[in-house]
């Protein structure tokens, strides 16, 4: 179930993601209405109240996380009494919330819908609706437009509850500027062990605040124990995710507060065409794809730390189904390192017939500060 949310509101919370600007210093926000309908405006039993045009940071005093403009957010929200799917999903535009879903028992609009009625009740004054989209044997998608100022999402079940219900302002969406969907996997204080379901082969973004030992290992369905982290002291780096399994079990060693959220890039931005990165920490950079971008020969290389510096080479083939040896290892030093290292095609996979070579990621490990440039 938690994978088809993730599915569905990458689609639906449309207005919300993409009426972001790419350029910060030019609003795109769309006209907000003196008064907001009911159906816009969430309460909870604890009297906490959610709402479009609220802002991020009113927001963050509610639910405790920080919302990032350009992208739509997934908040777990799995209690005693709300199923291990259960999420609050949430987009901004230029700090401004502009798009509300929940999963989420507890959770109810003004207007009186809330999870689990009956779904043709919670519906009947959107009238019908403007699409409808199948969710296979065991859901049903459907999109209301209302008064051509909103977009409500739905998602119904099988045995005719509402299970989703999502609002957002209506603007005018580019997909351009869309830069996908960010998941919190985990957050705390201190050791940890949970477990999450996550879409594969994505981005990692880690915090930790605390001054002693940080380590963060998983272990997958395919893999054994591999470590994703192992410093001292405060952390916040974005890392490649390697797992091959869409389940993980994940451990944390901490002593202070810590966060790893999953960034799944849609298509476009999550490609890069820079030939020079700079940097200092644990790093991984965006998908660098030969056909658009000169990746194939010498690459000057820098280290200035006193630690590990370890720069590996990731070819990304097909994203669930990744042969052995997909990362090669270009360097591994303790201490300074200033040397040049090569490219070549047979350190790249082949893509699917007839698409040339796959694209690949840079993956740095280190304690320092560093450089990757391309020479020739």
Known sequence: MKKLLSVFIILVLLAACADGSANPSVSSLPDLPESLPEFAVFHNQEGQRLY?????????????VEIEDLWSTIIPMATDDNPEDAIIAVASTDGVITGLAVSVNGWATDSGVEIGMNFDEATKDFGPPEKEQGGGAEYSFMIFNIDDAYVINTI?????????????????????????????????????????????RQYLHVTHSGEDEFKISINSQKANELV??????????????????????????ADGEWTIWLYMY?????????????????????????????????????????????????????????P??????????????????????????????GQGLSPVVFEIFAEGDWSIEKLF
Request: hydrophobic content about 35%; aromatic content about 10%.
């Open 266 to 322: 849609a298509l476009e931005p999550k490609f890069c065409n820079d030939t020079s990165f700079f940097g200092d920490g644990d790093y991984a950079t965006l998908y660098l794809d030969p056909q658009k971008t000169e990746i194939l020969g010498t690459w000057k290389v820098k280290y200035d730390g006193d630690g590990e510096f370890i720069l590996k080479l990731t070819n990304i083939v097909r994203e669930y189904d990744l």
């Open 228 to 253: 994703l982290v192992d410093r001292v002291g405060e952390y916040d780096s974005r890392i490649f995710s390697p797992s091959t399994s869409d389940t993980n079990a994940f451990s944390v060693v």
């Open 156 to 200: 119904e079940d099988t045995d005719g509850k509402l299970i989703f219900f999502g609002v957002s302002i209506k603007g005018t969406p580019d997909e351009t500027q869309r830069l996908g969907i960010k998941t919190l996997l985990g957050h705390g204080v201190g050791n940890s062990q949970f477990t999450s379901t996550s879409d594969l």
């Open 52 to 64: 479009l045009g609220m802002s991020c940071q009113e927001f963050k005093e509610v639910i405790g």
């Open 324 to 353: 052995s040896g997909d990362t090669i290892e270009l360097v591994n030093v303790e201490g300074q390192f200033s040397g040049e290292i090569q490219i070549e095609e047979d350190m790249l996979h082949k893509a699917r017939i």
